[in-house]
């Protein structure tokens, strides 16, 4: 009796002493892309530093911008690898923050959140992006102040207008900045136009819309 007693506990020992766990180099990754950059990409890497081999179930990303592929499918005890994140940064500025769920059949953690936190710079800002003329109005200039960020070293910009019925012209306001002067021929009748606005190193365009609309009248 005394014999089996001790078998059970030995054996109960050792099997405390096996198990799994997936240690993450950082579990947050910043990243600032440059100017016109397609994508940020962060690499989250793991070392198995238990005795059991842990195997994943599913790594799935917060939204459809960002992707995430794993190398392996397991880890050994003792074996590394990593989890690469990708955000596509499309028309995106400021502080994108994205997250990577990763299951494992670790008991001990089988959850773990993943954060990648992206910092994009606003290469262009328009103000207003958006100029009218009611059909009462005289056909008067307007303005769309520009601020070019300074790693786009911008000298000149390139104003094509979609519709003929509004003209444009560039000044240059200052280092970076620019004023764009919309003018319609004539705000007779209803009209819009979208304005297509290409910095001289090429790349990336921004727009913004002009348009003569009917006046408001109150009921």
């Not at 769920?101 to 710079?121: G, H, K, Q, S």
């Not at 290409?198 to 009917?214: H, I, L, Q």
């Amino acid at each position: 009796m005394k014999m089996k007693v001790l078998l059970a506990l030995g054996l109960l020992g050792s099997l405390s002493d096996v198990h799994a766990s997936l240690k993450w180099e950082q579990s947050q990754v910043e990243l600032h892309p440059a100017p016109g950059d397609a994508t940020a990409v962060g690499t989250f890497k793991y070392t198995n530093t238990g005795n059991t081999v842990v195997h994943f179930k599913s790594v799935h990303t917060s939204c459809g911008c960002t992707t995430a592929a794993q190398t392996k499918d397991q880890a050994a005890p003792g074996e590394s690898g990593e989890i690469t994140a990708t955000f596509k940064v499309g028309a995106s500025t400021g502080v994108q923050q994205k997250s990577v769920r990763v299951e494992t059949d670790d008991p001990n953690e089988p959850f773990t959140t993943l954060v990648l936190r992206a910092v994009i710079p606003q290469l262009m800002e328009l103000r207003p992006t958006f100029i009218y003329w009611e059909s009462s109005e005289a056909p008067k200039p307007k303005i769309i102040a520009v601020k070019a960020a300074k790693e786009l070293n911008t000298r000149s910009l390139k104003v094509t207008s979609s519709n003929a019925n509004f003209a444009t012209k560039v000044q240059l306001a200052g280092p970076n900045e620019f004023k764009i002067e919309v003018t319609p021929r004539d705000t007779a009748n209803p009209s819009d136009a979208s304005l297509k606005i290409e910095p001289d190193g090429g790349g990336k365009a921004f727009y913004a819309t002009a348009r003569v609309v009917n006046p408001t009248r109150a009921n």
